[in-house]
């Protein structure tokens, strides 16, 4: 089975510094790591995806994550945060093998703060 | 693209009430899921369908919930009888195959329908 763990519920910040967004998984496999956000009264978005090649992967409105397998760990970034990153960031696993395991499990989530 | 289509985007009903939720997926998506979020559990999958035939159903929190596809294009979540504890938001969700290239591994969701049973 998988898991994933999510070690801050909140995250304040201040506008124009930087952020990282910790996640850590737990599998005996292979993974699959995805982050997306979710903006107030919306669903989902996926900001990024890593599947295999290069561990550093960038995804959409300046984000990036770490895939780490040693430290079991996708760590999420940003240098420089707007206030209309406020939203909450959920880290996700899945297993590559697909067929009955395409799901998706994800943590409980971050809720992420901008402040001026 | 309309992007997924959930229907109703608010629902308010009183125990012992049917509750019938409503997706359209992404035109030419073959995989759809269902979802749950609460404060107290988080995102949990309840059941996701694969060319309209359920895959894995082992979310799905008991025998008042069902969840059909009769057709590529529609979907519905039903709970009968609702109870208070079924309060949550419902997200439908929808991807191409996984493992092709580009966005197979993407799920886009839709809007989220907010149900309250009181």
């Known amino acids: 089975a998988q898991s994933v763990t999510q070690l801050d519920s909140q995250v304040p910040v201040f506008e124009e510094a930087p952020v990282e967004l910790r996640c850590n998984y737990s599998?005996?496999?292979?993974?699959?790591l995805f982050w997306y956000v979710q903006y107030p009264n919306q669903g989902l978005q996926l900001l990024l995806k890593?599947?295999?090649?290069?561990?550093l992967v960038k995804g959409i409105n300046g984000f990036e994550a770490e895939f780490n397998k040693s430290q079991t760990s996708f760590h999420l970034r940003k240098p420089s945060v707007h206030i209309s990153d406020t939203a909450e960031y959920f880290c996700?696993?899945?297993?590559?093998?697909?067929?009955?395991?395409?799901?998706?499990?994800f943590g409980k989530g971050t809720l992420l703060t901008v402040n001026p | 693209d309309a992007g997924v289509i959930q229907s109703p985007r608010h629902e308010v009903t009183e125990m012992g009430q049917e509750v019938t939720l409503r997706c359209k997926p992404i035109?030419?998506?073959?995989?759809l899921f269902w979802y749950r979020q609460t404060m107290m559990r988080g995102l949990e999958l309840l059941i996701y369908?694969?060319?309209?035939?359920?895959?894995?159903d082992s979310g799905m929190p008991e025998d008042r919930f069902s969840a059909k596809m009769p057709n590529a294009s529609f979907s519905t979540l039903k709970i009968q009888p609702s109870e208070p504890r079924d309060s949550a938001v419902y997200f439908c969700?929808?991807?191409?195959?996984?493992?092709?290239?580009?966005?197979?591994?993407?799920?886009?969701f839709g809007p989220g329908t907010r149900l309250l049973v009181l």
């Open positions: 369908f694969n060319n309209n035939v359920p895959i894995d």
């Open positions: 890593y599947l295999s090649g290069s561990t």
């Open positions: 996700a696993v899945r297993n590559p093998s697909g067929g009955s395991n395409y799901k998706l499990t």
């Open positions: 969700a929808s991807s191409s195959s996984p493992g092709l290239a580009g966005g197979g591994e993407t799920q886009y």
């Open positions: 035109s030419g998506h073959d995989y």
């Open positions: 599998s005996s496999v292979s993974v699959y």
